[in-house]
T-cell receptor
Framework: GAVVSQHPSRVICKSGTSVKIECRSL??????MFWYRQFPKQSLMLMAT?????????EQGVEKDKFLINHASLTLSTLTVTSAHPEDSSFYIC??????????????FGPGTRLTVL | GENVEQHPSTLSVQEGDSAVIKCTYS??????FPWYKQELGKGPQLIID?????GEKKDQRIAVTLNKTAKHFSLHITETQPEDSAVYFC???????????FGPGTRLSVLP
């Protein structure tokens, strides 16, 4: 149980285009999902917290108009990188908390999406 | 805010030896400490976690110890195997505080 999927796993796009990444909790419901960015040989940096039915909370320094987050259901959150530029190239990882386990902190991570902007 | 440090940044051990990775945190309110293993090109996988009401937890070859007074926790892997080679991240979180703060990671290499 507790499986999180991401789609696509890899994407290459041209500079100036927008890319949408999906994060799904496959066998549980998640009121909260998290989006992280990871540069090569670095740690995971939290970008934003996605809350079902409400606006996402962005970390300091993350542009909300550039990284659009939508959490339309208890099993799906999307991250759209708008007007992507080469510096947005990174590994994007989502995680989710199980609504049934609200007393715990455990997060289940997706497999990540490798974004390359040419 | 929380700050998590992790040492060493790289660690090489011979197969069968033990490996220890240490993390320190700054926020005394943190009470949940997971450890993740990340293989190349994949997302992090939870390998063990510990909550602040426990001092030690063990799961087969993996154990975690927590010293709340000193604000540090450690990952212990015994009888290491080549498939243990990966990057390991520690993290800290406070109760209900949903955010994880990750350490910078440790690249573990187990040499056959």
């Amino acid at each position: 149980g507790a499986v999180v999927s991401q789609h696509p796993s890899r994407v290459i796009c041209k500079s100036g285009t927008s890319v949408k990444i999906e994060c799904r909790s496959l066998d549980f419901q998640a009121t909260t999902m998290f989006w992280y960015r990871q540069f090569p040989k670095q740690s995971l940096m939290l970008m934003a917290t996605s809350n079902e039915g409400s606006k996402a909370t962005y970390e300091q320094g993350v542009e909300k108009d550039k990284f659009l987050i939508n959490h339309a259901s208890l099993t799906l959150s999307t991250l759209t990188v708008t007007s992507a530029h080469p510096e947005d190239s990174s590994f994007y990882i989502c995680s989710a908390r199980d609504i049934a386990e609200s007393s715990y902190n455990e997060q289940f991570f997706g497999p990540g999406t490798r974004l390359t902007v040419l | 805010g929380e700050n998590v440090e992790q040492h060493p940044s790289t660690l090489s051990v011979q197969e069968g030896d033990s490996a220890v990775i240490k993390c320190t945190y700054s926020d005394s309110a943190s009470n949940y400490f997971p450890w993740y293993k990340q293989e190349l090109g994949k997302g992090p996988q939870l390998i063990i976690d510990i909550r602040s009401n426990v001092g030690e937890k063990k799961d087969q070859r993996i154990a975690v110890t927590l010293n709340k007074t000193a604000k540090h926790f450690s990952l212990h892997i015994t009888e290491t195997q080549p498939e243990d080679s990966a990057v390991y991240f520690c993290a800290a979180s406070n109760n209900g505080g949903q955010n994880f703060v990750f350490g910078p990671g440790t690249r573990l290499s187990v040499l056959p």
